[in-house]
């Protein structure tokens, strides 16, 4: 069952909603401000969606919104009476997926919500993760706590490698053998222990102290972590 966290300070839109979408099989959360919101967030690991107002008794939803794209990419969908152009703006700007605007009709914000859902479900079949790293297919992209870090294709081949083969160690010769001549780049030994530093450096905390990138000595290389 697919849980949504509805952010609203009034309780009869908010019932309203919350019958609405549990009788569509939702598993529906409650946040009626800012803060309640963020423990409400914080305590529990699976919502697959939050509806959120923009005025809330303790600040904005702006703020919430905020907070939630520092920590997640949970798909969130804007339920406001305010409809000025910049507040739609800002809202988009700040990581939202959709805005509606109040009253709200249900019809619409059921299959908007559906929308939201299928297009967030896809976004996430292109995406890797491995501990704070990730590595998007479509967009060839790498990302270190959802904050793009710029890489060269070099690097996005050499990642492609380690996360179709996590745990597991790949000799140097093999990574040689599937980076070589891209994009007219010469790959040797020499040439790959330049990418593999470069790399850590991008994405290891302590490059010195690796915990992503493994070196085995004599053997090769291993990512050292799990992908998902």
């Not at 549990?22 to 009626?32: A, D, I, K, S, Y």
């Not at 702006?62 to 949970?74: A, G, P, Q």
């Not at 997926?97 to 859902?117: F, G, Q």
Request: net charge neutral; proline share 3%; with cysteine.
């Amino acid at each position: 069952m697919r849980s949504i966290l509805l952010v609203e300070d009034d309780n009869a839109l908010a019932l309203g909603v919350k019958y609405t979408l549990e009788n569509e099989g939702f598993n529906v959360l409650r946040g009626t401000s800012v803060e309640d919101s963020k423990k409400v967030f914080c305590s529990n690991e699976k919502i697959d969606l939050i509806l959120l107002d923009l005025t809330l008794p303790d600040g904005s939803g702006y703020d919430l919104c905020k907070y939630i794209r520092e920590k997640s990419n949970v798909p969130i969908i804007f339920l406001t009476a305010m409809d000025e152009e910049a507040n739609v703006v800002l809202a988009f700007d700040l990581g939202g997926d959709d805005y509606i605007t109040k009253p709200i009709r249900i019809k619409e914000l059921i299959s908007r919500i559906n929308a939201v859902l299928r297009r967030s479900k896809r976004d996430a079949m292109d995406i890797k993760r491995s501990g704070e790293i990730a590595l998007d297919i479509n967009k060839a992209k790498l990302l270190k706590k959802d904050k793009e870090i710029v890489i060269t294709t070099v690097e996005y081949k050499l990642l492609m490698l380690f996360f179709n083969n996590p745990q597991k160690i790949i000799s140097r010769d093999e990574i040689i053998h599937n980076l070589w001549d891209i994009d007219g780049e010469f790959v040797d030994g020499n040439t790959l222990s330049v990418y593999i530093r470069r790399l850590r450096e991008k994405i290891e905390d302590n490059p010195s102290k690796p915990v992503y990138i493994e070196t085995l000595r004599g053997l090769g290389y291993k990512w050292s972590k799990n992908v998902i």
